[in-house]
């Protein structure tokens, strides 16, 4: 099988049939229940943040965008857009 031109490698990396704000809401409801202590879903951001900075395997934006989500929504949590919450 031969790589469309332009493209790097031919490979597929990720594919999701799945409502992109489906998906989100499907991991807050997990999520919620792992991450229920404020210093969990603080250490839980900080390794998406770095995830992401590194962009390579591991990183799922959906759990990422879930897990600010989750965060915004306790009080003092986030302060000026940065997430705050300590245990």
Known sequence: MRAAAGVGSGRVYAFTCEDPEARV???MAGLAVAY???AA??????LA???AFRGG???DPARHAALVR????????FRDGA???RG
């Open 70 to 77: 989750l965060a915004r929504r306790r009080p003092g949590c």
């Open 36 to 38: 229920g202590a404020p």
């Open 41 to 46: 879903l603080a250490r839980a951001l900080r």
């Open 49 to 51: 943040r770095k995830a």
């Open 83 to 85: 997430p705050t919450c």
């Open 25 to 27: 809401r499907r991991h």
């Open 57 to 59: 395997i591991g990183y």
